[in-house]
Protein backbone atom coordinates (compact mmCIF):
# COMPACT_ATOMS: atom_id res chain seq x y z
CA UNK A 1 0.00 0.00 0.00
CA UNK A 2 1.37 3.38 -0.74
CA UNK A 3 2.04 5.79 1.85
CA UNK A 4 -0.07 9.09 0.04
CA UNK A 5 -3.85 8.75 0.00
CA UNK A 6 -4.99 9.68 -3.42
CA UNK A 7 -7.10 12.98 -3.60
CA UNK A 8 -9.98 13.47 -6.01
CA UNK A 9 -11.96 16.33 -6.58
CA UNK A 10 -15.28 16.49 -7.56
CA UNK A 11 -17.21 18.34 -9.40
CA UNK A 12 -21.03 19.11 -9.79
CA UNK A 13 -23.62 21.54 -9.33
CA UNK A 14 -25.33 19.84 -6.93
CA UNK A 15 -24.33 20.06 -2.99
CA UNK A 16 -26.28 16.93 -2.43
CA UNK A 17 -24.44 14.67 -5.19
CA UNK A 18 -21.20 16.10 -4.17
CA UNK A 19 -21.23 15.12 -0.98
CA UNK A 20 -22.45 12.03 -1.99
CA UNK A 21 -19.42 10.85 -4.46
CA UNK A 22 -16.84 12.90 -1.60
CA UNK A 23 -18.40 11.00 1.08
CA UNK A 24 -17.99 7.50 -1.04
CA UNK A 25 -14.79 8.29 -1.88
CA UNK A 26 -13.57 9.00 1.66
CA UNK A 27 -15.46 6.05 3.38
CA UNK A 28 -13.34 3.95 0.45
CA UNK A 29 -10.05 5.24 1.46
CA UNK A 30 -9.53 8.68 -0.58
CA UNK A 31 -9.28 12.36 0.22
CA UNK A 32 -12.16 14.07 -1.34
CA UNK A 33 -12.02 17.77 -2.42
CA UNK A 34 -15.11 19.31 -3.89
CA UNK A 35 -16.12 22.52 -6.42
CA UNK A 36 -19.32 23.79 -7.69
CA UNK A 37 -18.53 24.65 -11.14
CA UNK A 38 -15.85 24.41 -13.84
CA UNK A 39 -14.40 27.93 -12.32
CA UNK A 40 -13.67 26.68 -9.34
CA UNK A 41 -12.51 23.19 -9.90
CA UNK A 42 -10.11 24.83 -12.39
CA UNK A 43 -8.79 27.18 -9.36
CA UNK A 44 -9.02 24.29 -6.83
CA UNK A 45 -6.96 22.19 -9.69
CA UNK A 46 -4.33 24.31 -10.02
CA UNK A 47 -3.68 24.96 -6.59
CA UNK A 48 -2.95 22.02 -5.63
CA UNK A 49 -3.52 18.78 -8.44
CA UNK A 50 -5.34 15.56 -7.79
CA UNK A 51 -5.21 12.38 -8.51
CA UNK A 52 -8.12 12.22 -9.66
CA UNK A 53 -10.93 14.44 -11.06
CA UNK A 54 -14.91 13.29 -11.45
CA UNK A 55 -16.81 15.58 -13.45
CA UNK A 56 -20.61 16.51 -13.88
CA UNK A 57 -21.50 18.05 -17.34
CA UNK A 58 -24.21 20.62 -16.84
CA UNK A 59 -23.57 22.87 -14.46
CA UNK A 60 -23.96 26.79 -14.35
CA UNK A 61 -20.77 29.44 -14.54
CA UNK A 62 -18.11 26.96 -16.64
CA UNK A 63 -20.00 24.14 -17.87
CA UNK A 64 -18.34 20.11 -17.78
CA UNK A 65 -17.33 20.54 -21.37
CA UNK A 66 -15.94 23.50 -21.07
CA UNK A 67 -13.74 22.68 -17.72
CA UNK A 68 -12.99 19.61 -19.61
CA UNK A 69 -11.16 21.22 -22.33
CA UNK A 70 -9.08 23.34 -20.32
CA UNK A 71 -8.01 20.89 -18.16
CA UNK A 72 -7.00 18.76 -21.16
CA UNK A 73 -4.97 21.46 -22.63
CA UNK A 74 -3.50 22.78 -19.55
CA UNK A 75 -0.01 21.00 -19.03
CA UNK A 76 -0.38 20.77 -15.17
CA UNK A 77 -3.69 19.24 -15.61
CA UNK A 78 -3.27 17.40 -18.61
CA UNK A 79 -2.53 14.30 -17.19
CA UNK A 80 -4.85 13.57 -14.37
CA UNK A 81 -7.50 11.33 -15.10
CA UNK A 82 -11.04 12.77 -15.57
CA UNK A 83 -14.03 10.57 -15.19
CA UNK A 84 -17.33 12.32 -16.46
CA UNK A 85 -20.43 11.37 -13.83
CA UNK A 86 -23.05 12.98 -15.59
CA UNK A 87 -27.15 12.59 -15.64
CA UNK A 88 -26.24 13.83 -19.53
CA UNK A 89 -26.46 10.61 -21.30
CA UNK A 90 -27.22 11.86 -25.00
CA UNK A 91 -29.91 10.65 -27.50
CA UNK A 92 -32.33 7.82 -26.12
CA UNK A 93 -30.56 8.05 -23.08
CA UNK A 94 -27.81 6.05 -24.06
CA UNK A 95 -24.73 7.28 -22.57
CA UNK A 96 -22.33 5.75 -25.06
CA UNK A 97 -23.58 8.58 -27.44
CA UNK A 98 -22.38 11.10 -25.44
CA UNK A 99 -18.75 9.58 -24.43
CA UNK A 100 -18.84 8.97 -28.19
CA UNK A 101 -19.22 13.00 -28.49
CA UNK A 102 -16.43 13.78 -25.81
CA UNK A 103 -14.53 11.09 -27.30
CA UNK A 104 -14.45 12.53 -30.82
CA UNK A 105 -12.96 15.35 -30.52
CA UNK A 106 -9.93 16.26 -32.43
CA UNK A 107 -7.71 18.19 -30.67
CA UNK A 108 -9.14 16.29 -26.89
CA UNK A 109 -8.20 12.73 -25.67
CA UNK A 110 -11.75 11.13 -23.99
CA UNK A 111 -12.44 11.29 -20.80
CA UNK A 112 -10.82 8.45 -18.75
CA UNK A 113 -14.56 6.84 -17.48
CA UNK A 114 -17.69 7.69 -17.77
CA UNK A 115 -20.45 6.93 -15.21
CA UNK A 116 -23.72 7.78 -15.99
CA UNK A 117 -26.56 9.17 -13.06
CA UNK A 118 -27.87 7.63 -10.88
CA UNK A 119 -24.53 6.25 -10.04
CA UNK A 120 -23.65 2.65 -9.70
CA UNK A 121 -21.44 2.95 -6.83
CA UNK A 122 -19.85 -0.51 -7.47
CA UNK A 123 -19.22 0.67 -10.69
CA UNK A 124 -17.64 4.02 -10.38
CA UNK A 125 -15.45 2.62 -7.80
CA UNK A 126 -14.16 0.03 -9.71
CA UNK A 127 -13.47 2.84 -12.52
CA UNK A 128 -11.52 4.99 -9.69
CA UNK A 129 -9.46 2.15 -8.24
CA UNK A 130 -8.42 0.88 -11.75
CA UNK A 131 -7.21 5.16 -12.76
CA UNK A 132 -5.29 4.88 -9.32
CA UNK A 133 -3.09 1.92 -9.62
Do not use: C
Amino acid sequence: MEDETKRILVVDDEPDERLYLATLFEDNGYLADMAKDGNEALEKARAQPPDLITLDITMPEKSGVRFFREARHDPALGTIPIVVVTGVTGLGGNPEEFYRFLATRKDTRPPEGFIAKPVDQQKLLETVEKLLA
